[in-house]
């Protein structure tokens, strides 16, 4: 499945996760960007907005955020939360992050660029996200989050196991896929001496790495959100519905098992000044 397939099936659940993993790493990153009155900033993969709508409260009414994503239907989900929190500086867009050119309302280049958890999804990870630091003016702030080394991993190790009981070999293409996980872009940028070197090789100055330790409990609802609500859910499109509620209630008992009582969501945000 597309990675806009598997995002767009996720869009009923995946702000059940915002509150407890997306939002608080969205808003330390908007945070960490030292925004201010009046920016103009470009938040890419923006989801339903967890790093996207603290940036547009951030900007104020003179600043503007454009907040793009491939997953429309998530997109829709952030425009309802920025209507119902009366926010009209921000344009949710549905557009590929590596085809985005800056628009002629920003003549001098994005203030600032935001990406949360989303570089490894890009198809080319340093080519596409050096363009994307490129529309940025030289002097502006560049911010992003990863899931530090080990982060999700028990979570995501046991829910494979169980996925693979019923489908050995299931396509998926998140961070912490079995099939591609040696290669994928994330493991050159999951510890903070990684990220900021590669933050700093994408064309970054004045790197700083924060680490956001977030333990959540798993609690029955929280994993099974958390599958749902993330790329975790596109190795499920396969599956009828007795079998993914199979795979529920055998990754419940797994975690069990294996002693697994919360989740590292913990989280690496980044930011750096685009040098000139
Ligand atoms: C894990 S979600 C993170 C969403 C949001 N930033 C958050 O923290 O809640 C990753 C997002 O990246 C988006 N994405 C992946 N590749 C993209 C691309 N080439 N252009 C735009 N969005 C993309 C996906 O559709 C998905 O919504």
Known sequence: ??????????????????????????????????????????????????SALPAAQAVGPDGIVHAIDL?????DVGRVKATAAALRNIDFVCADATEWETPSSVPDGYDALSCSYGIFFLPDMDIS??????????GGRVGVTVWRKGAVEAFGNAFFDVVARYAPDVAHNGP??????????????????????????????????????????????FVWNFVL??????????????????????????LTERGIDFVDATTLVATGVRTA
């Not at 996200?129 to 030289?138: E, G, I, K, Q, T």
């Open 176 to 221: 912490r896929s079995r099939s591609n996980y040696d290669t994928n872009p994330i493991r050159r940028v999951e510890t903070a001496d990684s990220l900021a070197e590669w933050l700093q090789s994408e064309g970054c100055s004045d790197v700083q790495v924060q680490e956001l330790s977030n333990h959540v409990p798993a609690t029955e609802e």
């Open 1 to 50: 499945m597309s990675v806009a397939g598997t995002f767009n099936s996720t869009s009923s659940d995946f702000d059940s996760v915002t509150p407890l993993v997306w939002g608080p790493a969205g808003q330390s990153l908007a945070f960490a960007l030292a925004l201010r009155a009046g920016d103009a900033v470009l938040d890419v993969c923006a989801g339903t907005g967890a």
């Open 129 to 138: 996200f050096a363009r994307l630091v490129r529309l940025v003016r030289p």
């Open 229 to 254: 609500g993330s790329g975790f859910r596109g190795a499920l499109s396969n599956f009828d519905e007795s079998t993914t509620l199979a795979i529920r209630r055998e990754f419940g008992e797994l």
């Open 71 to 75: 997953a429309d239907d998530l997109l």
